[in-house]
DNA sequence: GTCTATAGCTAGATAGAC
DNA sequence: GTCTATCTAGCTATAGAC
């Protein structure tokens, strides 16, 4: 493991992502990564061992952003509803900075090999974690009563789909779309009378 | 094209769906596909003519079975809140009649051949009338004035979510869950003073 | 660190017996 | 309508020259 090769190793790894996404891991081969890296397939297994792993390293770092990141959320004495907007920005930031990872962790999760038990274990405490924030609004009245499964997918969703738009925004302010997200997954579309 | 077989072409079409929603379109072989239905994957070529058919019929069919379902909602006197709850419903209805088939009209498109452009142009006309009700409810006052493709990615990123975990309810009950979506979509979950 | 060459395997699809 | 056998092509990964 040289520090040296880290820069290339990232290098492929970034591109991997990008066209995993365009296709999926399964119908981009290591000619194609080799191509689009202006490199012959062999050349890649000089800084990688092999194409599992370079799926693991996308996947796992994302996954474990998440899990830190709402962990973070979690130990803030902040209300529910503040809790939900923190975890909003949480995945705007994350799918922002790494858009193409996103698609790998949303698609090709079930293509991980080793580490894919590892991967349900992180997203099943990530939905508990989630789940329990919307249960704790509803006990404190912060949240309205509804079907708890049914707000939580429904959040979780559109949070998850967020690499499928987000570059479609040009100057993109991450700060404002996560405003104007939380505005519209917590307090809706309809129209009150003011 | 006889019609007796269109019984057996059409079991694989749903077998093939299945696996397709659990590895995606690349990562399933005829082989695969073959074992699943009991047979050889030589078989398989007595119904369908090629792997690329099984896909394009997947998500043909269900990408026109929501143009013509927008078609009809758009024809009624509605307001645009309830258009939007009948939307809902179609995505429902339409989901849990065809759970399997949703994926691949989510994730494996990109791998459509021929029919690849004819998807991606009845894909944009559903998110322009989509967009539209949206704009003609915020013109209404039925509809806050917040940003339009927020609001539409949003609705729209947990209908097409709906597969993921809709198979997970037992006993489903669309008319109750196409309820409590609207509900949560258009009204949000931030508890109100009654 | 990149290359050529290739091993070893599996893919989609076809031919033809039954 | 299903089978066995097989073709051609493409896959991941390795060996070894430079």
């Known amino acids: 493991m040289k520090l040296k090769n880290e820069t290339r190793k990232d290098e492929i790894i970034k591109t991997a992502a990008k066209l995993f996404k365009e296709k999926g891991y399964s119908a981009v081969t290591m000619r194609d990564l080799a ?10 297994y000089n800084h990688i061992n092999s194409k599992q792993q370079i799926l693991k390293e996308i996947i796992i770092s994302l996954a474990e952003e998440f899990t830190t990141g709402l962990q973070e959320i979690q130990k803030s004495n902040k209300s529910n509803i503040e809790k939900l907007r923190d975890i909003v920005k949480l995945h705007v930031n994350i799918t922002s900075h790494n858009t193409y990872g996103m698609a790998s962790l949303n698609n090709d999760w079930m293509h991980l090999e080793e580490k894919l038990e590892y991967y349900l274990q992180l997203r099943s405490n990530y939905e508990d974690e989630f789940r329990n924030i919307i249960q704790q609004g509803i006990k404190k009245e912060e949240i309205i009563n509804e079907n708890i499964e049914v707000m939580l997918f429904s959040i979780l969703s559109t949070l998850r789909s967020l ?7 040009e100057d993109l302010n991450t ?7 939380s505005e519209v997954l917590i307090n809706g579309i309809n129209k009150k009378i003011d």
């Open 35 to 44: 191509t689009e890296m202006g490199m012959k397939a062999a050349s890649l």
């Open 163 to 169: 690499y499928l738009w987000i570059p479609k925004k």
């Open 175 to 181: 700060e404002e779309l996560s405003q104007q997200l």
